[in-house]
């Protein structure tokens, strides 16, 4: 069955309220922005949605899904779908995928009844064919959306993780672009190299879905949500659906 819909979101541990604590505020607009995208995508009609982030290899986590966000400083724990007794689950997902599992348990119970759940991730370091493939063998033998979780460059400024880097700001105005036009092909034409330098979280998932909504045809709108550098870092939401 063809890909339906499609989100994107950041995975800052800050999106998390107990996380951010006192400067939780500063980052509201963005998680409004998450929050409107999923809703959006769960929306779409999909009875199956993939999960796709940034991690260190490429493969698909096995359920139940669970995860904490104990290495970031606060013991809340994420879970998704079923996690039937004796079945502890992964308890160990990556940022990427944990955020996503975090922002889908924030959506209504009804929102999300009857969902199958897929999580998977891309080697941050995978070439970009490798990442248009794993997008063109995603499937599902229903109509499936996907969440992709990805970070722009962390180098807007001298606070910033990777510091100022003066190409960064030009890097995430082409994805932005890219995102809000549904330009599969200007996402499969970021380059690996520059996008490591640039610290960039989100190149390998973004570069998958290029190649789920290329492989599943058809024309595409996109919407931008939402693209700032709060903390130096740039961060973009969006979303693909059919027009």
């Known amino acids: 069955m063809p890909l339906v819909a499609a989100a994107v979101c950041p995975h800052p541990p800050l999106l998390v309220p107990e996380i951010a604590g006192a400067a939780a505020s500063e980052l509201d607009d963005l998680r409004t922005a998450c929050d409107t995208a999923v809703a959006r995508l769960l929306d779409s009609g999909a009875r199956t949605v993939v999960v796709v982030g940034a991690g260190d290899r490429s493969t698909d986590v096995d359920a139940p899904f669970r995860g904490s966000f104990a290495p970031w400083g606060v013991p809340t724990e994420v879970r998704l779908g079923n996690h039937p007794d004796g079945l502890a689950g992964t308890g160990q997902l990556p940022l990427s995928l944990l955020v996503g599992v975090w922002l889908l348990g924030r959506r209504p119970a009804a929102a999300t009844d009857g969902v199958n759940w897929r999580l998977t991730t891309v080697g941050a370091d995978e070439q970009v064919q490798t990442c248009a493939d794993l997008g063109a063998r995603l499937d599902s033998h229903q109509p499936w959306a996907l969440l992709v979780m990805g970070d722009g460059s962390a180098c807007r400024c001298e606070k910033a993780p990777g510091y100022a880097d003066p190409?960064?700001?030009?890097?995430d105005e082409t994805v932005a672009r890219a995102l809000a036009e549904a330009d599969g092909d200007a996402l499969?034409?970021?380059d690996p190299?520059?996008?490591a330098q640039l610290r960039v979280a989100g190149r390998a998932p973004w570069q998958?879905?290029?190649g789920a909504a290329r492989a599943a045809g058809g024309d595409w709108r996109g919407e931008l949500r939402y693209h700032a550098a709060?903390?130096?870092?740039g961060y973009l939401v969006a979303n693909w659906e059919r027009p």
Request: charged share 10%; hydrophobic share 50%; glycine share 16%.
């Open 167 to 171: 190409r960064a700001e030009a890097y």
């Open 188 to 190: 499969l034409g970021l």
């Open 193 to 195: 190299g520059l996008s």
């Open 208 to 210: 998958v879905l290029a």
């Open 230 to 233: 709060p903390y130096g870092v």
